[in-house]
């Protein structure tokens, strides 16, 4: 196997460098090797350490966040994008199935009229603090019609915050799946879950949920006028048994794949082509340019004085010169100090 050293940065709080899924992923075709001078860094949104790296940037991104191509080389997202060999659709659920398998979970698709006997709904969410507010919303019009549990620790009126989220689904006949926000691909991990405790989704979110997700098999909140059709729907299904569990039954997947066929060699692929063909793309280098090719490093005395040169190349060049003339004096006054 190929030896790759690489490094971890600005992942999330309890992400494990040795064990997640990508060492796992990689450790199929590559010897990988946590290094604090890697050959590669993996990045997350959650920092700004992986400025301080020159090689190769490859960024996973499980939020609402488009990716910055001119701060990362390389991309993994929720987004339905072509960039060359630069981005691969990457959404957090295929992560979180992973990990499932990976800690031992067992999931039983297989239904019986007792499926249809469950409690009526759940809905498990930890904060409200960035969500579109139809999500509390729903939550309050849907509770009218009967009680809806809530496992989280927002809006909890169970007694306290579940442990295990897909073990509580289970005991439920709909889960509310909503995410925090919505754009076009970005599906993440809270309609697999309802999926694979064998409840159906009351969802709503990307617009395109429907290429990763079989439309026939949850309830699309999207596809509807107002919050008053949607539960219309949820009361057919919860007072029809037969109805319920022939949408319960139908498989999540389209044509029993992952979208545009994702799966871990797609994945291998993709970094192969990285590992074995590197080129560096981002742009920090720029003078006095931040990764989006702005001059928010310039100071804004001198942005004003070149402003006022109309033409194009000798404005860049009066500007370069004001910026040196500023470094000369600030190194003159550190000499002076010495």
Request: net charge neutral; glycine share 4%.
């Amino acid at each position: 196997m190929k030896k790759i050293k690489l490094n971890f940065v600005d992942m999330w709080v309890d992400f494990d460098a040795h064990d997640n899924f990508f060492t796992r992923i990689l450790s199929k075709r590559f010897e990988v090797e946590i290094s604090p001078n890697p050959d590669f860094v993996i990045c997350s949104v959650f920092g700004s350490d992986f400025k301080k790296y020159t090689c190769p940037r490859i960024i996973f991104i499980g939020e609402n966040i488009v990716p910055n191509f001119n701060a990362y080389d390389y991309a993994l997202s929720f987004e339905f994008l072509e960039y060359g060999d630069r981005h691969l659709r990457l959404p957090l659920y295929y992560m979180y199935l992973d990990n499932y398998i990976h800690e031992g979970r067992k999931f039983d698709r297989k239904i019986t009229p007792e499926d249809a006997k469950r409690k009526f709904c759940n809905f498990v969410y930890s904060n409200n603090l960035q969500a579109d507010p139809i999500r509390q919303e729903f939550f309050h019009q849907l509770s009218k019609y009967k009680q809806v549990d809530s496992g989280g620790r927002f809006l909890n009126n169970i007694g306290g915050a579940i442990k295990d989220k897909l073990e509580f689904q289970k005991k439920y006949k709909f889960s509310i799946a909503f995410e925090n926000s919505t754009h076009p691909g970005y599906t993440t991990e809270k309609i697999l879950d309802a999926f694979l405790s064998k409840t159906i989704p009351i969802y709503w979110g990307s617009s395109l949920v429907g290429r990763d997700f079989n439309k026939d098999a949850f309830i699309d909140v999207n596809d509807y006028d107002s919050i008053d059709e949607v539960i219309k729907v949820i009361m057919e299904l919860d007072n029809d048994d037969e109805k319920y569990l022939q949408k319960l039954s139908l498989p999540y997947l389209n044509n029993e794949k992952f979208c545009e066929n994702l799966n871990d060699d797609k994945i291998l692929d993709f970094f192969e082509n990285i590992f074995s063909n590197p080129h560096i793309y981002h742009k920090d280098s720029l003078p006095n340019r931040d990764e989006n090719g702005h001059y928010g490093k310039v100071p804004f005395s001198i942005r004003m004085l070149s402003a006022m040169i109309p033409i194009k190349s000798m404005r860049h060049r009066f500007r370069n010169y004001l910026i040196d003339r500023d470094k000369i004096k600030k190194y003159q006054k550190f000499i002076k100090k010495d």
